[in-house]
């Protein structure tokens, strides 16, 4: 590969720019509109110069508590996260080093209640919550969220520990340690690189999920999601001040996107092989 | 524990134990909260059961899944469900595996670009059916507006058309999805032997059959892994559909999901949504299941094993 030439490399970096423009600039569109005055964001023709402003953000403030919403998002994603890391790690672990045959199919089944679509048990689901009067908690959606991110770390995290040989903590058993120190002190710290990009999927998916909570929470509890999609079906609500909401509800996960790069980076490909 | 439990004396029953306990939470979670509402929902497709009527309730035995062959809006549902997915992860897979091919060579460059392009994909689907929904309006979006001055497509709107909406959704889940193709197959590209592509360069191959004969049968495991994931999304695709075309115009844009949720939690119609998820569930399991084939298949072609 080193005897590539100069022209080459650049035609090459072109193709690749302006692709990844293609992708960035409708986000840039959506952020930009957040800035503009109202009568400035869909003109005849469009165009593409605006005077900035933040009023935007004072109607988006002043319209909906935007505080909460972010708390609610916050709670679920956090929740769900750490509950699906309570539970799926150590059941990633087990299956990876148990020696019974099963433990691979059981690492698929894992892999296939991810894949489920969500109607099939959200209705079942949905009426159970109402029975047990937890609809429209918070609890409700972390509860469904949980089962299925849970599944999917248990899935990751079978191959991340798969991949790790065993024999640092077979050197620890036979130094006196105990099956859960073994389990804590030996194989959790080398794959802390591992269990960040769970963690970090687990925050996508809660963040970004609104059919769950859409039906699964109420007013008070709604997440930021569900919120935007309330705000667009508004009369009296601008494209701006939805843009100026849907800087709350992309920006941390965009930027939480980018600092992490790298456990993303691993993580979609550890999904995969 | 020593009092609820029996210490088993061997270590390797101790082992077993303990693996098992590690497990079990997570088990009897998934089994509690998945399983059994699924399993619910198996009971309910068979009856004709809907939350504002409740007195109503009567078995019906198949009737809810002979409905959902026979009616005509949910067979376009089907149709319209199979035709967005074969496409839009057909065409992530080529716009994907170009821009893999392009990001390989390993610099700082690339890695900044992969960075930035994940971006689409991170971002809430709901607010990228917002951001098309915009564009695209034919009076004074971005796009719609230049579009339709052009005399491209028609002067409604691509979305507000019958017979444009799907393929644009089609584009609309390429834009959000490519990246992650882009970066699966990227990971397949960077776990290839150096030596073997390194050998085709010796031999004075060309760049086309180096990627014909080397890279393509060489990457066959990562492409089908990377298809089936995608598959299996690009099934259940909701958000974007549902803020943006919400299905319509006339059930042009209806899909499975779009289905189910609009007959389960808005008409409550809980029986007939139940079976609209169980197929929903079946085509799934069915497509999985095929990949999964053709993927062992080529290992064993490739690697012979």
Same mark, same amino acid.
């Given at each position: ?46 165009? #593409? @110069?605006?005077?900035? *402003? %933040? ?6 403030? &002043? $319209?909906?508590? /935007?505080? !909460? ?103 620890? #058993? @036979?130094?006196?340690? *105990? %099956? ?6 030996? &194989? $959790?710290?080398? /794959?802390? !690189? ?80 | ?305």
């Amino acid at each position: 590969m080193s005897r590539v030439s100069r022209r080459r490399i650049l035609a090459e970096r072109t193709v690749v720019l302006v692709a990844t423009l293609l992708f960035l600039l409708p986000v840039c569109w959506l952020i930009a509109t957040a800035y503009k005055p109202s009568n400035q964001i869909f003109t005849v023709p469009p165009r #593409l @110069t605006f005077e900035p *402003t %933040l009023d935007q953000f004072r109607q988006a403030l &002043a $319209l909906f508590d /935007v505080v !909460s919403l972010v708390r609610s998002s916050l709670v679920i994603s956090l929740g769900t996260t750490l509950l699906s890391l309570l539970l799926g790690v150590p059941s990633g672990y087990a299956l990876a080093r148990s020696k019974a045959r099963f433990a691979t199919g059981f690492a698929y089944f894992f892999l296939a209640i991810r894949m489920i679509p969500a109607i099939a048990a959200l209705i079942p689901f949905y009426l159970l919550m109402r029975d047990i009067g937890l609809l429209g908690s918070w609890w409700a959606v972390i509860v469904f969220n949980t089962m299925l991110n849970c599944a999917f770390v248990t899935w990751m995290m079978f191959s991340y520990f798969k991949s790790l040989p065993p024999d640092m903590e077979e050197a620890a #058993l @036979t130094d006196g340690c *105990t %099956l859960i120190g073994a389990f804590l002190r030996v &194989a $959790l710290p080398s /794959v802390r !690189s591992g269990i960040i990009a769970c963690a970090l999927f687990c925050m996508m998916f809660s963040w970004n999920d609104f059919l769950h909570p859409m039906f699964l929470t109420t007013l008070d509890s709604k997440p930021i999601s569900v919120a935007l999609l309330t705000a667009y079906g508004t009369k009296d609500i601008t494209w701006g001040t939805l843009g100026a909401l849907a800087h709350f509800s992309t920006i941390p996960i965009v930027l939480m996107a980018l600092f992490m790069n790298r456990y993303f980076v691993q993580g979609a490909t550890n999904g995969v092989q | 524990m020593n009092a609820v439990l029996p210490m088993p004396h061997r270590f390797s029953d101790r082992r077993r134990l303990f693996l098992f306990l590690m497990a079990a939470p997570a088990v009897v979670y998934v089994a509690a909260i998945g399983l059994w509402p699924l399993s619910q929902g198996i009971w309910y497709s068979f009856y004709r059961y809907n939350l504002l009527r409740p007195a109503r309730t009567r078995f019906v035995g198949l009737q809810n899944y002979v409905d959902i062959f026979t009616d005509e809006a949910t067979r376009t549902a089907i149709l319209n469900t199979f035709q967005f997915t074969i496409f839009s992860v057909g065409l992530q897979l080529i716009f994907g595996f170009c821009l893999a091919l392009l990001l390989w060579r390993d610099s700082r460059f690339n890695r900044a670009v992969l960075a930035f392009l994940l971006v689409p994909s991170t971002i809430t689907p709901l607010v990228v059916g917002l951001i098309f929904k915009a564009l695209l309006g034919a009076d004074y979006g971005m796009i719609g507006y230049f579009l339709s001055e052009a005399g491209i497509g028609p002067r409604t709107g691509l979305l507000t058309d019958a017979s444009t909406a799907l393929w644009v959704l089609i584009l609309i889940d390429c834009w959000e999805w490519t990246p992650l193709m882009t970066l699966i197959l990227l990971a397949g590209l960077k776990a290839l032997p150096a030596d073997l592509l390194e050998a085709g360069t010796v031999d004075g191959a060309t760049a086309w059959q180096r990627f014909r004969l080397l890279v393509l049968p060489l990457m066959l495991p990562s492409i089908f892994l990377a298809l089936t994931l995608r598959t299996m999304d690009a099934f259940r695709v909701f958000d974007s559909v549902f803020v943006t075309t919400g299905g319509g115009p006339n059930d042009a844009t209806n899909t499975l999901m779009m289905l189910g949720v609009k007959e389960g939690l808005q008409f409550f119609n809980v029986g007939y949504a139940s079976a609209v998820g169980n197929v929903t569930l079946l085509f799934i399991a069915l497509i999985a299941t095929v990949l999964l084939l053709v993927v062992r298949r080529a290992d064993v072609r490739i690697n012979g094993r």
